[in-house]
């Protein structure tokens, strides 16, 4: 069976970019990135916090772009597919880990740091800030508004309303064709 592995992620990074060069030439950088989320919890009634932290590798060109603009604190959108991995460590214990093989990320906070989330300063002890969101209408997104209501408007004022038909042709109503559909969406 062909299975489906996808993953999109915001959150910030707790660390510095790791930067390798392979001896293949190949660039790699690796991240840590901390993504959270808040819920309420149904026991208690209070707000909690759950932090997840995964490693992220990009791979080729978007890693030196990654190395150079990205730091502690940073906020990224990172697209990509989850990896096992296995290893042994120096117990000879088995241990293992996901994270992400990224095809794409994206920079959430500029690099002059006016984001206030780019500017926090991210560790694994402290949990992250609770992201704020906001929701403004620009002026051009109100115009467009006004530009379909006054639009609609003139529909129902203009479109002539399709009465049933009264006449019968062979024991069936007439067929009266109705105006044509025009969808209302103002592109």
């Known amino acids: 069976m062909a299975g489906y592995n996808r993953i999109i992620v915001i959150g910030n990074l ?17 991240l840590a990135l901390a993504t959270n989320r808040q819920f309420k919890n149904r026991q208690t009634g209070l707000m909690v916090q759950e932090v997840c932290y995964v490693d992220v590798d990009v791979w080729g060109a978007q890693a030196d772009t990654c190395r150079q603009y990205l730091a502690k604190g940073s906020s990224v959108l990172v697209e990509g597919r989850l990896k096992y991995d296995t290893w042994k460590d120096a117990q000879g214990a088995t241990r293992s880990k996901h994270s992400i093989s990224a095809d ?25 800030p609770a992201p704020t969101y906001t929701t403004q209408k620009t002026e051009e997104f109100v115009k467009v508004e006004q530009a379909v209501a006054k639009k609609q408007a003139a529909k129902k004022v203009a479109m002539p309303v399709a009465t049933p038909a009264k006449k019968e042709v062979g024991g069936l109503p007439e067929f009266k064709d109705e105006p044509p559909f025009e969808d209302e969406l103002p592109f």
């Open 104 to 128: 794409r990320v994206v920079f959430m906070s500029n690099r002059s740091g006016d984001d206030a989330v780019a500017s926090a300063e991210v560790s694994a002890e402290e949990p992250l």
């Open 14 to 30: 707790t660390r510095d970019p790791e930067f390798k060069q392979l001896p293949s030439g190949q660039s790699v950088t690796r």
